[in-house]
């Protein structure tokens, strides 16, 4: 929430009076319980998304999952801690808002690094590894925020660059989640960077953009309570779609049996949906096959 220059009298203070500094933006808090504050911001949303024609919001910044005492006698609070009780509810309005606006908009939250706050789940619809530094963070955090807001929530596993080697699309797809890259177009700048789509950035993010939109793993269901990613090796996730099972399995070197979980009592056909290698068929509900691979395994099971 950024200070407007026109509005002083809508910032956090705190109890020696000064406004409270987010360094890394340069701004100032905003009080989430000044109502003004609150009304200011439903009218940016329904101008971005209204006006502006945008289809959705991302809110972003690690300052997001909480707020000092508001001591602001402008805001005449009953308490200075009306603050940061008032912040859940300042997300909710602006979630309702956009849903108003257009029914099936996007809101992603991102806290930038930090975890997310219990409070404000329940205002937006598209969780995000928030700048994860390891494709093993996309995997876990994938895992913890369907755990905790539910195996059919959408999410994305942020920027591929911020994955293993900048380009492991696989840790994404393989926990249900949304992909994603950021790439510079070489021929608008002058400069030359490691975020230029070069042909060869160009041919792998349409390989994994096709996986993805082919399976659209992001609309089937985590089935999180089959494989424990502490103790479980390989690390294996499991998504249903239809009748359809997704398995995943993780390891930097990997030669033996892995488990397939979650069958039911019939015959699969089993194909790896990256190389289209042919597994042969299994039965479940107990089912296992021998593998090789190195960093990831994704197979498909299908009824037969």
């Not at 808002?97 to 937006?124: I, N, Q, W």
Request: with cysteine; net charge neutral; hydrophobic share 35%.
């Amino acid at each position: 929430m950024q200070r407007k220059p026109d509005h002083p009298d809508w910032a956090l203070l705190n109890k020696d009076g000064y406004r409270r500094k987010i360094s890394w933006w340069n701004s100032d808090y905003l009080c989430p319980a000044d109502r003004e504050v609150v009304e200011y911001h439903k009218a940016m949303v329904r101008k971005i998304l209204g006006e502006w024609g945008f289809d959705g919001l991302k809110l972003d910044g690690q300052h997001m999952n909480g707020v000092p005492a508001c001591y602001n006698p402008a805001h005449h609070h009953k308490r200075p801690e009306d603050s940061l009780e008032a912040l859940p509810d300042f997300f909710r309005e602006l979630y309702e808002t956009a849903r108003s606006v257009k029914p099936d908009a996007l809101v992603e939250f991102c806290p930038c690094g930090t975890a997310y706050s219990f409070f404000t789940m329940p205002h937006f619809n598209m969780s995000v590894a928030s700048d994860p530094e390891s494709s093993f963070q996309v995997r876990s955090k994938g895992k913890t925020l369907k755990a905790l807001m539910g195996d059919n929530v959408p999410y994305f596993g942020d920027h591929v660059e911020l994955s293993d080697g900048a380009n492991d699309f696989a840790s994404t797809v393989g926990v249900g989640g949304v992909v994603g890259t950021q790439f510079v177009l070489p021929n608008l700048v002058k400069k030359r960077s490691t975020s230029d789509l070069t042909p060869q950035r160009e041919k792998l993010f349409e390989k994994w953009v096709h996986i993805y939109k082919d399976k659209m793993l992001s609309r089937g269901e985590y089935l999180g309570g089959l494989y424990d990613i502490g103790f479980d090796r390989p690390e294996a996730h499991v998504i249903r779609k239809g009748g359809e099972m997704y398995y995943a399995f993780f390891a930097r070197h990997w030669t033996g049996r892995v488990e397939l979980r979650g069958l039911e009592d019939r015959a699969y056909h089993l194909v790896d949906y990256v190389t289209y290698k042919d597994f042969g068929s299994v039965h479940g509900p107990k089912a296992s096959v021998t593998v090789e691979f190195n960093q990831h395994l994704l197979l498909e099971a299908r009824p037969e």
